[in-house]
């Protein structure tokens, strides 16, 4: 069974400009989540889509956002990037039924100069 | 804020001996606790959980304790292998309808040979 899969895995932006990450989920899973992990911070929740529907967004500003298509393949984009914005991204996916147990794959790292 | 609290960055045992990563929450709406493991390069895996409506569970070598009393959770390793050697992030989730989880910012933990 294929894990999920994240593209690209590293990624270099500059100042002002904007991102778009990829994650195919697992084979039946309906859930993708989105978390945001750099040092100081730790894991940070980004947003959930289950069905195509952002079910659920963490605390990030709106040049954050992400979309689920029918196949349950994610995508999240970030606008204007900010050096802060240097960070990897965690994508999960899950069955949805609010279990918490996620399968994560192996992170999109960006770095932003 | 941090809601989920890992005091310990770093944690170092004996092969063979136990280990014990500790964890606090301040968010009475928590009710599923979880721990996750992560090697270097890869993304976090699931290792145990636990609902609030108990106090212990045991996975094999793992067990995870609850006191809600003192919001605080704790994971037991017996005993510990080099193979252990990892990051372990605490996380929490509410009741919501969505995959939401809320992590520590991890301890490394290192089982000497």
């Known amino acids: 069974k294929a894990g999920v899969t994240q593209t690209p895995r590293y990624l270099i932006k500059t100042r002002g400009q904007q991102v778009t990450l990829s994650c195919s989920p697992i084979?039946?899973?309906?859930?993708v989540s989105w978390y945001q992990q750099t040092p100081g911070q730790g894991l940070q929740f980004l947003f959930e889509y289950f069905s195509e529907t952002q079910r659920n967004k963490g605390n990030f500003p709106g040049r954050f956002s992400g979309r689920q298509f029918s196949n349950s393949r994610s995508e999240m984009n970030v606008s204007t990037l900010e050096l802060g914005d240097s960070a990897l991204y965690l994508c999960a996916s899950s069955l949805g039924i609010n279990t918490g147990e996620l399968f994560f794959g192996e992170g999109s790292r960006l770095t932003v100069l | 804020d941090q809601q989920v609290k890992q005091n310990s960055p770093s944690l170092s045992v004996q092969e063979g001996r136990i280990s014990i990563l500790n964890c606090d929450y301040t968010n009475s709406m928590f009710d599923y606790f979880l721990w996750y493991k992560k090697y270097p390069a890869e993304g976090p895996t699931f290792l145990i959980s636990i609902s609030s409506i108990k106090d212990k569970n045991e996975d094999g070598r793992f067990t995870v304790f609850l006191n809600k009393s003192a919001k605080h959770l704790s994971l037991h390793i017996v005993p510990s292998q080099p193979g252990d050697s990892a990051v372990y992030f605490c996380a929490a989730s509410a009741q919501g309808g969505s995959e939401k989880l809320v992590f520590g910012k991890g301890t490394k933990l290192t089982v000497n040979p």
């Open positions: 084979s039946g899973h309906r859930s």
